[in-house]
């Protein structure tokens, strides 16, 4: 049985509000040792930051929405097998996930080793 993407993600996740100076954003990724975190706007998916990237911009004074990349995610019903096609695909290691794309209220966040445990989960 193919596992759905809600049934492993992490509700805990650190979001990024899209009004956020960059230079916070960045130092908040940094505490909590992430490279890929959702923006949100009023806790709707609006974007992704990818830290790596955004480091070169530090001390700028930009906004994260004005150097946020489109959003990739998942639905809560897409499997891991899906999941991890899109991690590869957009070269990240981790992908919020969203309700549903009418509404885009982010749920939670899957990584790329949650999605590993899974697999190897199902060979066994």
């Not at 049985?1 to 956020?20: C, G, P």
């Not at 505490?31 to 706007?41: H, N, S």
């Not at 794309?101 to 060979?123: F, L, R, V, Y």
């Given at each position: 049985m193919?596992?759905?993407?809600?049934?492993?993600?992490?509700?805990?996740?650190?979001?990024?509000?899209?009004?956020s100076?960059l230079?916070?954003?960045?130092?908040?990724?940094g505490i909590a040792?992430?490279g890929?975190?959702?923006?949100?706007?009023?806790?709707?998916?609006?974007?992704?930051?990818?830290?790596r990237?955004?480091?070169?911009?530090?001390?700028?004074?930009?906004?994260?929405?004005?150097?946020?990349?489109?959003?990739?995610?998942?639905?809560?019903t897409?499997?891991?097998?899906?999941?991890?096609?899109?991690l590869?695909?957009?070269?990240?290691?981790?992908?919020?996930?969203v309700?549903?794309e009418?509404?885009?209220?982010?749920?939670?966040?899957?990584?790329?080793?949650?999605?590993?445990?899974?697999m190897?989960k199902?060979?066994?």
């Amino acid at each position: 049985m193919v596992v759905q993407v809600k049934d492993v993600m992490s509700r805990h996740l650190v979001a990024i509000s899209f009004e956020s100076e960059l230079d916070n954003a960045l130092k908040m990724m940094g505490i909590a040792k992430v490279g890929v975190a959702p923006v949100l706007d009023n806790g709707k998916l609006v974007g992704l930051l990818k830290r790596r990237e955004a480091e070169a911009l530090q001390g700028s004074g930009f906004k994260v929405k004005e150097v946020m990349h489109e959003p990739v995610y998942l639905l809560g019903t897409e499997n891991v097998h899906e999941a991890g096609r899109k991690l590869v695909e957009n070269g990240i290691t981790r992908l919020p996930v969203v309700n549903n794309e009418s509404d885009m209220t982010c749920i939670g966040i899957i990584t790329s080793t949650e999605i590993a445990n899974e697999m190897k989960k199902e060979k066994k």
